[in-house]
Every structure is written in structure tokens, then in C-alpha cells.
């Protein structure tokens, strides 16, 4: 890399840091070309779950669609900053999603059980359900990243993967039965490295100036 390209790096920089545009445009326009698809998917393979109003009533079933709903808010922030050149990402926004979950796992480790249902599928088919409703989210995350300038396209991807992935999870909670916090700790947590990784993956190739 030039001295001249470095310095044209760092400009860029200072002026998507101080500029007032938080959000790309089409950002919007391009996240909802990838969840109408993945909603498609859903009604079509998945649905809602049969007890879907009784299950309103477990405190588990409503804090995984707590954290899964926050954690993909919050990544679809992360995505602006990202896409720009040099930008500082701030990591602090990711805490809040994580601590909802902790919040079930303390109450389940200390045997705090409302309730719970049965493990309604296996573990495989929460990790590609997920990952199959994340596919088109994922798509159009790195496909609105493209259209700025990223500089660190193996990260700008991995928030990428992170942000489908969570909106693919989202969804897939509205039909899976297991609410156990250590369960979607581990597989739903698992699904979304996953997906993380391919968009790493997947950004190291497309995002790449």
C-alpha cells in the first residue's frame, strides 16, 4: 500500500467518522430484499409454532425473542460503521443482547423452571434452520457493505453473517419449542458463529477493494 493510498484511507476515515449519515442509503430498502425471502422460508417450511400464544406465557420463550430481537438490532447498527474506512467499530452496543441471555441462564442454573418445553427438534436441524432463513439476510447485508468502502472486509462480512444470522434465529424461534436458555446458548449461539464465519468468509472475497 502507497503512502498516497494510506492517505487517502485516512481521510476518508475522519470524514465517515464526523459525518451525520448513520445509515447508507438503500441500507433499509436493501436489509428488507434479504428478510422478505427468509419470511417466505419461514411460512413455508417452518410457521409458527401450534401453542404460539400459550408459549407468550413462558418468561424463556419471550427473553430468546428478547435477545435474539436485541442482537439483531444491534448488529444492524454495527453495519454503517463498518462499511467505512478505517472507522472505530463500537463493540460496547453487542453487550446488551448477551446480557439478556445471562439473565436466563442465571435463572436456570439456579433451577428456575417455568415450565420448559421439550427439546422439539435435533440439534442439526436448529443449526441449518437458522442458517437457511440467514442465507438471504446475510446476502443482502454484503451486498449493501459492497457499496461502501470497507477496509476490513473479513470483519465488515463477520458482522455481516452475525446480523443475518440473528434475524434467520429470530425467526426460527417463532417454530422451535425448546426455550431452555442453555440450549439456545449453545445451539442457537453455535448457529450464529456459523453464520458469522461465512460472512467472514464470504467477505474476504466480495468486500475486498
Same mark, same amino acid.
Given at each position: 500500500m502507497t503512502r498516497d493510498t494510506e492517505d487517502l484511507i485516512h481521510q476518508l476515515a475522519r470524514q465517515g467518522v464526523s459525518s451525520?449519515?448513520?445509515?447508507?442509503?438503500?441500507?433499509?430498502?436493501?436489509v428488507m430484499l434479504g428478510v422478505l425471502p427468509a419470511i417466505a422460508?419461514?411460512?413455508?417450511?417452518?410457521?409458527?409454532?401450534?401453542?404460539?400464544?400459550?408459549?407468550?406465557?413462558?418468561?424463556?420463550?419471550?427473553?430468546?425473542g428478547m435477545f435474539l430481537a436485541a442482537?439483531?438490532?444491534?448488529?444492524?447498527?454495527l453495519i454503517p460503521p463498518v462499511g467505512r474506512p478505517g472507522a472505530v467499530i463500537p463493540w460496547h452496543r453487542l453487550l446488551w443482547a448477551p446480557s439478556?441471555?445471562?439473565? &436466563? *441462564?442465571?435463572?436456570?442454573?439456579?433451577?428456575?423452571?417455568? !415450565?420448559m418445553n421439550t427439546v422439539s427438534a435435533p440439534? =442439526?436441524?436448529?443449526?441449518?434452520?437458522?442458517?437457511?432463513?440467514?442465507?438471504?439476510?446475510?446476502l443482502a447485508l454484503l451486498l449493501a457493505v459492497r457499496r461502501q468502502a470497507a477496509t476490513q472486509p473479513e470483519l465488515a462480512g463477520a458482522i455481516s453473517g452475525l446480523t443475518g444470522g440473528a434475524i434467520g434465529a429470530t425467526l426460527y424461534a417463532l417454530w422451535c419449542a425448546e426455550t431452555s436458555p442453555g440450549y439456545v446458548a449453545l445451539w442457537y &449461539? *453455535?448457529?450464529?458463529?456459523?453464520?458469522?464465519?461465512?460472512? !467472514?468468509?464470504?467477505?474476504?472475497?466480495?468486500?475486498? =477493494?
Open positions: 451525520r449519515a448513520e445509515t447508507p442509503p438503500g441500507l433499509s430498502y436493501t422460508i419461514f411460512l413455508i417450511f417452518f410457521g409458527f409454532r401450534p401453542d404460539f400464544m400459550q408459549s407468550l406465557a413462558n418468561p424463556y420463550f419471550v427473553l430468546r442482537l439483531a438490532a444491534v448488529c444492524l447498527t439478556i441471555l445471562v439473565l &436466563g *441462564l442465571v435463572a436456570e442454573r439456579f433451577g428456575w423452571d417455568p !415450565a440439534a =442439526w436441524v436448529c443449526i441449518t434452520g437458522i442458517a437457511s432463513l440467514a442465507a438471504f439476510p446475510i &449461539g *453455535l448457529a450464529l458463529a456459523i453464520c458469522a464465519a461465512a460472512g !467472514a468468509l464470504a467477505g474476504r472475497h466480495l468486500l475486498r =477493494w
